[in-house]
């Protein structure tokens, strides 16, 4: 069992910016892959952006250009810089960490777009 604790999220106007944080356990990044996924209400959970072991992005399209994943190995975090957002990207974040079948979610963070 491993814990992932999230931060950042709230309400933010449509074309604003949020930054979302994730600590997760030291010295993960080189075995799970770890990153973010979001669920909107009635929808089901989908990948956002990912690190996979290899220090490779996986990113979904529909934010490709407006989120950036990053981490940083001393700090053991990864965060993701959400801009432009779109009313479509309310949802409720989780951080995630998944190592062949045993898979990890943090708490979750509301992130609300709306005027």
């Known amino acids: 069992q491993i814990q992932l604790v999230e931060s950042g999220g709230g309400l933010v106007q449509p074309g604003g910016s949020l930054r979302l944080s994730c600590t997760v356990p030291p010295n993960i990044f080189s075995i799970y892959t770890v990153g973010w996924y979001r669920q909107a209400p009635g929808k089901q959970r989908e990948l956002v952006a990912v690190?996979?072991?290899?220090?490779?992005?996986i990113t979904d399209d529909s934010v490709k250009g407006r989120f950036t994943i990053s981490r940083d190995l001393a700090k053991s975090t990864v965060d993701l810089q959400m801009n432009s957002l779109k009313p479509e990207d309310t949802a409720v974040y989780y951080c995630?960490?998944?190592?062949?079948?045993?898979?990890?979610w943090g708490q979750g963070t509301q992130v609300t777009v709306s005027s």
């Open positions: 995630h960490a998944r190592l062949v079948q045993h898979t990890y």
């Open positions: 690190f996979n072991s290899a220090g490779d992005t």
